[in-house]
């Protein structure tokens, strides 16, 4: 039996997505988390149990959500961008937590700390790279993040020398500016959808390539 085949002129079904947008939950979960890590890199406060916690589950697990809710929209750049900062607090609470955890695991040094940190730098400059196409709080929260991940490079890197503790410190203040940055890019949308109207200024993107000139520049 041969299968229905099908008219090519007949109408097709178009399913409107309906659902809200996740990027708010994701960019508050990353700012927040980053404001109370970078809060103890100031000395506010110690390494405890409520960074590791929020880190978890706040910047950690609500993040992996956004981004699988990302990828259901078909937002390549907030999958790739929520997954991986969602798998980044995890992988970073578990660095902490493992050698207390499991008998035998190393802590993880320093040295093995700025390489690390160093991967998770070089990826977030080239989701930089692509905030270019988007709104320019984006791109300030990429831009800042990626300065973040330099200066605490720099403050493992050269661990056990005075200027260790300069580069934590200095990473402290542009961490929590960096968190600013985050939760106001996400607030912002919360807010200027509720009020129907730009409460909160983003500013807008630039307008996409025609496909022709894609095409043509390919």
């Keep these: 039996m041969s299968a229905p085949s099908i008219d090519p002129s007949a109408p097709k079904t178009v399913i409107a997505d ?8 994701g960019l508050c979960a990353f700012g927040l988390t980053t404001f109370l890590l970078n ?5 506010f406060f110690g390494l405890d149990s409520m960074i590791l916690g929020m880190g978890l589950f706040y910047g950690g697990l609500a993040q992996l959500f956004v981004g699988w809710m990302e990828w259901k929209k078909g937002a390549t750049f907030g999958t790739v961008a929520f997954t991986s900062y969602g798998c980044f607090w995890i992988s970073l609470c578990m660095l902490i937590m493992l050698p207390k955890m499991v008998t035998g ?3 993880a040094s320093p040295t093995s700390m ?3 940190l160093g991967i998770w730098g070089a990826m977030s400059t080239v989701l930089f790279y692509c905030t270019f196409r988007a709104n320019t709080a984006l791109q300030v929260t990429f831009g ?3 300065v973040l991940f330099a200066l605490l490079v720099l403050g493992n890197a050269t661990h056990g020398s005075e200027i260790s503790h300069v580069f ?3 990473a402290g203040w542009e961490g929590m ?6 939760l106001y890019t996400g607030l912002a949308q919360v807010v200027n959808e509720m009020y129907g109207k730009t409460m909160w200024p983003l500013n807008k993107a630039p307008a996409p390539a025609p496909k022709a000139e894609m095409q043509k520049a390919a």
């Design 168 to 170: 934590h410190t200095l």
């Design 114 to 116: 700025a390489f690390f």
């Design 177 to 182: 500016l960096t968190a600013f940055a985050a």
């Design 144 to 146: 800042l993040l990626v």
């Design 18 to 25: 309906t659902t809200a947008n996740p990027a708010p939950l």
């Design 105 to 107: 695991i190393t802590p």
């Design 39 to 43: 809060a103890h890199n100031a000395g």
